[in-house]
């Protein structure tokens, strides 16, 4: 299997150094570049096709923020994940981040084998979000009177199923425990969750729990599905 590919971009030069050595550390990551800016970022994603970036949200020149969207925007770089640094799990510009298309986010002061589980995580295509603190950071945004509106379209086509699988996906449960608690086989599910993010025109499960939030079909606070 070849080893998956990770760019990191972060501004502090020192974040960066200890960043690749624990990558290099795994057997199966190699990193591929290391970017200072939003900008270097996307370029060095664009000529060393990694298969995932690391991106801190807080850099010069060009957000991670803005590199995520660009990053997302570029059919060319369609297989590259995002996912987002922070160093507070309720800061709102992880959910713009989200927004523009980041797979997932973890706090900087996360445990190492927890940084090397999530790369694994969200190279794999899963969406990394902790449905507590996914929750406060989207009930924040949302009691804003300028909240942006939704960045996909709204769950109003989806059948009754679907509906269902999308609150499910929302609380922050994986195909097979969507599968289990619909009584549906795990294929089922995941073509459910595929069919899903195509009729709502959303890059991942990132976007299918914003698009959930900001629809109110699921809504801060709800009790977490078993």
């Known amino acids: 299997m070849?080893?998956?590919r990770v760019l990191l971009a972060d501004d502090q030069t020192l974040v960066r150094a200890a960043f690749a050595m624990l990558v290099e550390s795994a057997r199966d990551m190699e990193v591929v570049g290391q970017a200072g800016t939003g900008a270097e970022a996307v370029e060095l994603a664009r000529?060393?096709?990694?298969?995932?970036v690391v991106m801190d949200i807080r850099m010069p020149?060009?957000?991670?923020?803005?590199?995520?969207?660009?990053i997302a925007a570029d059919d060319d770089l369609a297989g590259v994940k995002v996912l987002v640094l922070t160093t507070y799990d309720t800061d709102e510009h992880v959910l713009e981040a989200l927004r523009a298309?980041?797979?997932?986010?973890?706090v900087k002061d996360t445990r190492p084998a927890d940084l090397l589980a999530a790369i694994r995580t969200v190279a794999a295509?899963?969406?990394?979000?902790?449905?507590?603190?996914?929750?406060?950071l989207i009930a924040r945004v949302l009691s804003a009177p300028s909240a942006p509106p939704p960045v996909?379209?709204?769950?109003?086509?989806?059948?009754?199923?679907?509906?269902?699988?999308?609150?499910?996906?929302?609380?922050?449960?994986?195909?097979?425990?969507?599968?289990?608690t619909l009584g549906l086989s795990p294929l089922t599910a995941k073509t459910h969750v595929s069919?899903?993010?195509?009729?709502?025109?959303?890059?991942d499960r990132a976007?299918?729990?914003?698009?959930?939030?900001?629809?109110?079909?699921?809504?801060p606070g709800d009790a977490p599905a078993p």
Not at 61 to 70: C, F, M, S, V
Not at 125 to 136: H, I, Q
């Open 2 to 4: 070849n080893p998956i």
């Open 47 to 52: 000529s060393e096709r990694a298969d995932l």
């Open 61 to 70: 020149e060009l957000d991670g923020i803005e590199a995520t969207r660009l």
């Open 101 to 106: 298309g980041a797979s997932g986010f973890l």
């Open 125 to 136: 295509g899963e969406s990394l979000l902790s449905p507590g603190p996914t929750s406060r």
């Open 152 to 180: 996909t379209a709204g769950p109003g086509g989806l059948s009754a199923r679907e509906r269902q699988v999308l609150t499910l996906v929302a609380r922050g449960l994986n195909n097979t425990e969507i599968a289990e």
């Open 195 to 203: 069919r899903i993010m195509g009729k709502l025109g959303a890059r």
């Open 207 to 219: 976007q299918l729990v914003i698009v959930a939030y900001e629809s109110g079909l699921v809504t």
